[in-house]
């Protein structure tokens, strides 16, 4: 065994948060995890855009691109949550975060760069359907401040789901079960919500908790975010927005102390 | 070499997890450079003791000092001296060997460079020269252990944790394992090794505890624990299992107080003269003309030692091991 006498070096938290978000960061490039978030921005496009474009014209006014690009990007940000709920299942299930424990790691740094890991996750898959927008006529019509709203918030709601996913991915035994699981509130929540059509077109029992339901808050506040060519998309208001950001601020309220619990309860 | 320094101190340790009690007021030592082995079955509490001593888990009563700090006052302090394996892989799968040695030496505060220095000379000395830059998902269970390990030595550990490192392994990865925890006794470095392998117990430490259902049941060398057992005996198979009365009858004089045990297939009687007793009962069945098929002399094994002390004397199977042959 070689002499390794050298003084322990005194980690720095920065500098460990940057390898780790390295680590979740540079496989991604290679293993074809980037392409295939990026791919499925551009699946969810054709396959939504394609088939309901001419059948959603009577109901939605304006156009449909312009209608449909914030669920894409929803899309991909769910997506995203499911990813880093893996991540950190996996880490949790093989014993990598157990090992981070007993070491000089500060608890909340390997969270926080699977956290920067999943925002750059989102970043792609916001500028993916942004891309993919623009190639079938989304546009965006407000001032550029509203456009870096837009995408502010798409990152915030991406943080938050994340944030959430990471929390659930942490405190569950089976990755694959839970990934399963995940899908289907996904799943519910964008199909049940005014993504793909107006609330108007649901059941009227249904049409309660379709507009009050937070992809729809969501959804309302991108769009008006964004903008479109006539006056169909509602104006910028506290009313549109404040919504959205009740929703994810009440997320993080309950997720917060849930997390602090989970990490707290392994010791 | 073990100095009297102690670098692990354990005092009046308990640790319950709801009704169960995992660790029962343990107590016992480790000096500098002194390999310690924690025998015992599965449940027994093992890696419920690491978890305290690795800062995993706070202990309910109870102190421990690692490497001069107190596991619950101060654990940023203990986690800078120790290097901990559990008993599941610990490593990224989706890095090649070289980079999960990187990632664990920046961790640990290297500069990217001394860290690719120390990884070249860990892949050297664990001999994973041709794995290297292959991803951890394409290992052997054996390589896996071995850059598992090496992961936690890129800086030098004051205390090492190995807990039951050789789980699952082939013995042929389980030796080379073993050599290298030889490597961390001549490196001085204190190791604290579970494991469910009585072989494993004996080959590497210095000193074994056995605990069972978190408590202490014994503590010594592995000399020590087989001499608590008993000594040796002398095992002798006849050619025809019909001759084991006549056998037994022709023996009963080298123990003139006790009956020889009567197992299966085979006499066991105790050889407090060794080779001298053995020749003896020979002999003697020579003269009675008893066909033998196979003769020992044996010691009690540590499997021996750890069924007598691990089960209660009440279910212990009788005529079965030698722990029982034994006045």
């Not at chain 1, 499911?82 to 000089?104: E, K, Q, Y």
């Not at chain 2, 640790?15 to 450079?33: C, M, N, P, T």
């Not at chain 2, 049941?217 to 299992?241: F, H, M, N, W």
């Amino acid at each position: 065994m070689t002499d390794w006498t050298g003084m322990r070096p005194n980690p720095s938290p920065i500098r460990q948060w940057w390898v780790l978000s390295v680590r979740v960061i540079a496989p991604s490039l290679r293993n074809g995890e980037l392409l295939i978030a990026m791919s499925l921005s551009a699946v969810f496009t054709v396959s939504l855009y394609l088939p309901l474009k001419n059948l959603m014209a009577a109901f939605v006014h304006g156009s449909y691109a312009q209608y449909l690009i914030p669920v894409i990007a929803l899309l991909a940000v769910y997506f995203s949550a499911m990813s880093a709920a893996l991540r950190s299942s996996t880490d949790t299930v093989s014993g990598i975060n157990r090992r981070f424990g007993s070491m000089p790691i500060a608890p909340m740094t390997p969270v926080a760069a699977r956290m920067s890991g999943n925002l750059y996750r989102c970043a792609t898959a916001l500028a993916t359907a942004i891309l993919c927008g623009y190639l079938i006529g989304f546009r965006f019509y407000r001032s550029a401040e509203y456009t870096i709203g837009f995408c502010l918030l798409v990152m915030l709601i991406g943080f938050t789901l994340c944030f959430v996913g990471d929390l659930i991915g942490m405190v569950s035994k089976n990755p694959e079960a839970m990934t399963f699981i995940l899908v289907l509130p996904a799943v519910i929540l964008v199909m049940v919500s005014v993504g793909l059509q107006p609330a108007d077109q649901f059941p009227g029992w249904l049409q309660p908790f379709v507009r009050n339901q937070p992809t729809s808050q969501f959804l309302y506040a991108l769009r008006a975010c964004a903008g479109d060519a006539g006056h169909s998309t509602a104006a910028v208001t506290t009313l549109n927005i404040a919504p959205a950001l009740a929703w994810l601020a009440g997320m993080l309220v309950v997720a917060g102390p849930l997390y602090a619990l989970a990490i707290w309860r392994r010791r | 070499m073990p100095t009297s320094e102690k670098t692990v101190i354990v005092s009046g340790i308990s640790k319950s997890f709801g009704d169960v009690a995992a660790l029962r007021d343990i107590s016992f030592e480790v000096s500098r450079g002194e390999v310690l082995g924690l025998l015992g079955p599965n449940g027994a509490g093992k890696t419920t003791m690491v978890d305290v001593l690795s800062t995993l888990t706070r202990p309910d009563r109870g102190h421990a000092r690692v490497a001069g700090h107190d596991v619950v006052s101060h654990p940023a302090r203990v986690r800078r001296s120790i290097m901990l394996t559990g008993q599941q892989v610990a490593v990224d799968n989706l890095l090649t060997g070289h980079q999960n040695l990187m990632l664990f030496g920046q961790l640990q505060g290297l500069t990217q460079a001394a860290a690719c220095a120390r990884a070249a000379e860990l892949i050297r000395e664990f001999d994973l020269e041709d794995a290297a830059n292959r991803r951890v998902e394409t290992y052997s269970g054996g390589m896996r252990r071995r850059i598992d390990i090496a992961c936690g030595l890129v800086v030098r550990p004051e205390v090492a944790f190995l807990d039951e490192p050789t789980t699952g392994l082939d013995p042929l990865s389980r030796q080379s394992i073993w050599d290298l925890v030889g490597r961390f006794k001549d490196a001085g470095i204190t190791t604290l090794l579970t494991t469910q392998y009585l072989q494993e117990a004996d080959a590497l430490s210095d000193r074994i505890i056995v605990i069972d259902r978190g408590v202490v049941i014994a503590e010594g060398t592995a000399e020590q624990l087989k001499e608590r057992t008993g000594s040796r005996y002398c095992e002798i198979v006849p050619k025809d299992s019909k001759e084991l009365p006549a056998m037994a009858e022709a023996l009963s004089s080298l123990l003139p107080y006790e009956k020889p045990t009567l197992a299966s297939d085979r006499i066991a009687i105790p050889a407090p003269d060794g080779a001298n007793t053995l020749m003896e009962a020979l002999r003697r069945l020579d003269v009675a003309n008893i066909g033998v098929a196979d003769v020992a002399l044996r010691r009690p094994s540590l499997d021996d030692v750890f069924i007598a002390l691990t089960k209660k004397p009440a279910t212990r199977a009788a005529g079965g091991s030698a722990a029982e042959v034994m006045p």
